[in-house]
Each structure stands twice: as C-alpha cells, then as structure tokens.
C-alpha cells in the first residue's frame, strides 16, 4: 500500500503561482507513475498532470498546460505541481494519485489505485 500527503496548497491571486507537493511513502513509493487531478466545486474530478516513474516523461491536461509544471523527486519520494498564471477556474481541490498496479503512467482516474486526502486550492480574481 501507498500512503500520500499533499501540501502546500492555500489562496493565491489571479496570475500569482504556488507550489504543491506530495510525499510518497510505503512500498517501491519513489517508483510508481504518479499525476495529480483536481475537483471543484459541483464539478467531476478531472485530470491535471501526470509524470512517469523515472520523472522524465510528462503529461498535461490542455487547461494547465504551458502553466504547470509536474515533477519528481525520487530520492525523496515526492512529487510536485508547480502552478503558474493561476486562474480563478483553477480553484479546486488538487489530489495526488500513484499507481502501484500496472506501473505505467496514465491520465485517467482509473488509472490510479493510491490516492491523497487532497489540499484546497483558492485563486481569487
């Protein structure tokens, strides 16, 4: 089983940035293919960003992309979203995720079988 615990989440203005972070802990944690999604308010959880095991493979939803930015610490298991630009739209709750089944990057949430608490992110105009 993997644990997740995000961070660094909180209120920002329009075109300011914040960085999240996820720390990964349990078996094979600084391994697994890891992204982040979020949820706002009334709203599916939808897709954010993803990265593969090694870090050097990475995936964006079209909404963030050129904004965001994800990647990986592997020695010290954590996984960031450094957020650009931000946008009164980007307001949502902002969930890590890892899969420790297939070990293969993906972009869906049924590709994640690890999930974190979450952490609320608040972009005011």
């Known amino acids: 089983q993997v644990q997740l615990v995000e961070s660094g989440g909180g209120l920002a203005q329009a075109g300011g940035s914040l960085r999240l972070s996820c720390a990964a802990s349990?078996?094979?944690?600084?391994?697994?293919?890891m992204g982040w999604f979020r949820q706002a308010p009334g709203k599916e959880r939808e897709f954010v960003a993803a990265?593969?095991?090694?870090?050097?493979?990475?995936y964006y939803a079209d909404s963030v992309k050129g904004r965001f930015t994800i990647s990986k610490d592997n020695a010290k298991n954590t996984v960031y979203l450094q957020m650009f630009s931000l946008k009164p739209e980007d307001t949502a709750v902002y969930y890590c995720?890892?899969?420790?089944?297939?070990?293969?990057?993906?972009?869906?949430?049924?590709?994640?079988?690890?999930w974190g608490p979450g952490t609320q992110v608040t972009v005011s105009s």
């Open positions: 349990g078996r094979t944690s600084n391994l697994l293919p």
């Open positions: 995720a890892a899969d420790s089944r297939r070990l293969r990057v993906g972009v869906y949430i049924q590709d994640y079988n690890n």
């Open positions: 990265i593969d095991w090694s870090g050097r493979s990475t």
